[in-house]
């Protein structure tokens, strides 16, 4: 309730990191299976497709050969599956009124590869890389200047994935990470205590 209802209504959550790609992995918006298998073509097998409108890696699915391909009915982000998932995970980055303001790392269940707050993931404290806090200070002026105060900036291998606006989960975890309230923090930082 305290972004800008324009600024959750306007700015997709997967298609606006293309705002910043020079912070991503190779990605593709498609619907054709055919555009996928000449992505492919330059980026090797496998892939992961995403929908544009999903949460909670609901219909996100790792692709490894071009027979395997869905029909599709949507559009998809189509990206390099990036292995490194399974031993460095994701990473959950909390920006505040445009600030960093806590960092988590989240590691797939075993025989998945997919993170989420509503999956058996493990958690973890960690730090930036130099090129996650710049793409984090990038982005959290960005964010700011269209009015969502706060947000959650996902990253795999130190490549921006997706822009968290209308519900930046993990708050609970960082919590028990980090052993302080990162909730007083972000409700302090909205009523201009801190």
Not at 143 to 163: K, P, R, S, T, W
Request: glycine share 8%; hydrophobic share 40%.
């Amino acid at each position: 309730f305290c972004n800008n209802p324009s600024a959750i209504r306007n700015l997709n959550e997967k298609l606006n990191t293309l705002q910043f790609s020079e912070y991503m992995p190779p990605t593709l918006i498609t619907s054709d299976p055919e555009d996928i298998v000449t992505f492919a073509k330059t980026h090797g097998w496998p892939l992961v497709i995403k929908p544009l409108d999903g949460c909670q890696s609901r219909g996100v699915a790792k692709i490894n050969e071009a027979r395997a391909l869905p029909s599709l009915d949507q559009l998809m982000m189509v990206q390099p599956y990036l292995e490194t998932i399974i031993t460095t995970g994701s990473k959950r980055v909390f920006i505040l009124k445009g600030q960093i303001v806590g960092v988590l790392s989240f590691f797939p269940d075993l025989g998945d590869f997919r993170t989420s707050l509503w999956r058996e993931t493990r958690f973890a404290a960690t730090d930036l890389t130099e090129k996650e806090r710049a793409a984090s200070d990038r982005v959290g002026k960005y964010l700011a200047n269209e009015g969502v105060q706060f947000a959650a900036l996902d990253f795999i291998d130190g490549y921006l994935m997706e822009i968290n606006i209308t519900s930046p989960g993990g708050i609970p975890e960082w919590n028990e990470q980090y052993g302080e309230k990162l909730e007083t923090v972000i409700v302090d930082g909205l009523m201009g205590i801190i």
